[in-house]
């Protein structure tokens, strides 16, 4: 079984959640009110939720995911993207956690590359008016 088709349902089913205040759960292909809401208070065009951990969706070691989220937000630090934290979450079992980041005015393109450099499958990508969307960054098996 290819990678994709093996994650595909439970990234789909996941949550995932913007640490804002309150803070806003986010399903894939469900457009989110308060998500709405934020984007056209603050004039955001785009945003992505993306994490540094666990690459290939291998579970590593906690030190292990603490230094990439370290060096994630040095980088999104030094391109000034503004982020906040977010985390993904399993629906079904609520044991799979992730810490992840909601950044915002991020062009698709970038935020492709920025997953692809932390070897994410995929990525959560949405525009100011539409669902959140899942990006993946492989390839299906033909």
């Known amino acids: 079984m290819d990678i994709r088709t093996k994650y595909e349902k439970l990234y789909k089913?996941?949550?995932?959640?913007?640490?804002?205040?309150?803070p806003i759960p986010l399903k894939i292909d469900e457009r989110n009110p308060e998500l709405?809401?934020?984007m056209k208070k603050h004039q955001l065009k785009n945003a992505a939720i993306i994490t540094p951990c666990n690459p290939?969706?291998?579970k590593m070691p906690m030190d292990y995911n603490e230094r990439r989220i370290e060096f994630f937000k040095e980088i999104l630090e030094q391109r000034?993207?503004?982020y906040l934290p977010a985390d993904n979450c399993d629906k079904e079992t609520g044991h799979w956690h992730e810490p992840s980041f909601w950044i915002t005015d991020i062009r698709l393109p970038e935020a492709k590359q920025l997953a692809i450099d932390?070897?994410?499958n995929a990525f959560v990508y949405t525009t100011s008016y539409?669902?959140?969307r899942l990006i993946w960054l492989i390839k299906e098996k033909r």
Do not use: M, R, T
């Not at 089913?13 to 309150?22: D, L």
């Open 13 to 22: 089913a996941a949550i995932y959640k913007i640490h804002s205040v309150p």
């Open 118 to 120: 932390f070897g994410q």
């Open 80 to 82: 000034k993207y503004f």
């Open 130 to 132: 539409a669902a959140p």
């Open 36 to 38: 709405v809401k934020l």
């Open 56 to 58: 290939g969706s291998c």
